[in-house]
């Protein structure tokens, strides 16, 4: 926490003066009662002084502690709303997510609040990778040094840089905005949903750290008045003789592993198929995970594509295995670079007679890769997704899935929402569609 709290007070002693409230009411804002009953719809287009005043906070401060403990008495707390649940696939997975405490800035102290007992008035500090766990107007954002790399066609690597990145947020769910950098001024936007000085609950900050206050909680945030339908694929047309009930209890069974399918029609190609391609990153963060899930998966011969970030060595973080019904090892040492439609046509014709092909390139290979196999193999194509970068081959792919934790340009994308261990569940999820042959009437 100490190293949290030097962030913040870096962050406090760098607030511009149109931010810092030049005095302070004596009681408490008529304006926050009507935050937590009707919520605050112009906050963006004022100064975070006027905000700060309106909301009874110093921001060089935080909340006084006596006021922050009255209002979590009065109105309650910072509870999950049926969208959330909709979105993020289950009661369980909303309340996972909210399990995290964030830095807050009360009485002169940082101290870690859990999501539930954070206010309206809250000073919050938020980095890289956070949830955004209320409606927050930012009062400071700040650049962070990140390592990158960028694919080089010439040499066929990718080349590591170190460059300045400002504040990035990924706004899709809310807003609808998508991703796009944020600002600690006052914006002419006449949504607030719009706005690019708020980072509102349901979004995700990409890169860069900011410190905000809180304007919205509970069922008061913008979130909350969100149609999940609007993020909703158009429905295919169920092919004849497919019995509803049938395929209702089909999804109903998936939901009881831990994976919320957002809308049934989309299994349906899965179902009794008898080839099912799967498509995934390696990256640092699921290198055990993603050994035990190809395990499985060629274990059940399910043909799989694996995309290697640049950060990773598969030979040193792969598992050999020797795919029986094929008779061929997983070559971890031969890693394909695709940067055409050409190089993923013939990295995706050896899905056939290897247990799994590795490959490399630019963002965009993952999508060609996609696109092949449905051409090439004509094959129903499952891609696990957990990354922005990712979301043009989910949208590419024939059913696809990511964990409830993953960013909102992601959730908003995919078709089926999974739990803790979603990449390992993976393959139970496939080889029960896949047996799934008696859902027509």
């Given at each position: 926490m100490e190293a949290l709290a030097e962030k913040v007070r870096s962050h406090v002693e760098g607030l511009a003066a149109f931010n810092i409230p030049s005095k302070m009411a004596s009681s408490e804002p008529s304006e926050v009662k009507i935050a937590y009953d009707a919520g605050l719809?112009?906050?963006?287009?004022?100064?975070g002084a006027e905000v700060c005043e309106m909301l009874g906070v110093d921001p060089r401060r935080g909340l006084n502690v006596s006021y922050a403990l009255q209002r979590l008495s009065k109105y309650g707390e910072n509870t999950i709303n049926p969208v959330e649940v909709k979105i993020y696939g289950s009661q369980a997975a909303c309340e996972q997510r909210a399990t995290r405490a964030y830095a807050i800035l009360r009485g002169d102290d940082v101290i870690a609040v859990r999501t539930k007992d954070i206010v309206v008035g809250d000073v919050?500090?938020?980095?890289?990778g956070d949830h955004v766990p209320a409606d927050v107007r930012i009062l400071k954002a700040s650049k962070s040094k990140e390592e990158k790399f960028e694919f080089s066609p010439s040499s066929g690597v990718f080349e590591k840089f170190?460059?300045?990145v400002g504040t990035v947020v990924d706004g899709t769910l809310p807003g609808g905005f998508?991703?796009?950098?944020?600002?600690?001024?006052?914006s002419t936007q006449s949504n607030l949903e719009q706005a690019n000085n708020v980072a509102l609950k349901g979004s995700t900050v990409l890169s860069g750290s900011l410190l905000g206050v809180v304007f919205g909680t509970g069922p008061r945030v913008c979130l909350a008045a969100l149609n999940p339908a609007s993020f909703l694929k158009d429905s295919r047309r169920l092919p004849r003789g497919v019995d509803k009930k049938k395929l209702a209890k089909l999804v109903a069974k998936?939901?009881?592993?831990?994976?919320?399918?957002?809308?049934?029609?989309?299994?349906?190609?899965?179902?009794?198929?008898?080839?099912?391609?799967?498509?995934?990153?390696?990256n640092p963060l699921n290198i055990e995970a993603a050994n035990k899930a190809i395990k499985r998966m060629v274990a059940l011969a399910f043909p799989v594509f694996v995309f290697v970030n640049p950060t990773v060595d598969p030979t040193q973080c792969l598992e050999q295995i020797e795919c029986f019904a094929i008779g061929k090892e997983f070559d971890i040492g031969h890693v394909h670079t695709i940067v055409d439609d050409a190089t993923s046509k013939a990295a995706v014709k050896l899905m056939g007679s290897e247990s799994a092909v590795l490959g490399t390139g630019p963002p965009i290979a993952l999508e060609y890769v996609v696109k092949n196999i449905s051409e090439v193999l004509q094959y129903p194509v499952a891609v696990y997704g957990s990354e922005g970068s990712e979301k043009l081959a989910i949208e590419s792919s024939t059913l696809s899935f990511c964990t409830f934790n993953s960013p909102p340009a992601i959730l908003s994308a995919v078709d089926v929402v999974c739990g803790r261990h979603a990449l390992e569940r993976l393959p139970l999820y496939l080889k029960l569609l896949r047996e799934s042959t008696e859902i027509t009437s």
């Open positions: 719809k112009m906050v963006h287009q004022k100064t919050i500090y938020l980095e890289a170190t460059e300045d998508g991703v796009r950098p944020v600002v600690s001024g006052s998936i939901g009881t592993l831990g994976a919320s399918v957002k809308q049934a029609d989309r299994v349906v190609p899965f179902c009794g198929a008898r080839h099912i391609a799967v498509v995934f990153s390696l």
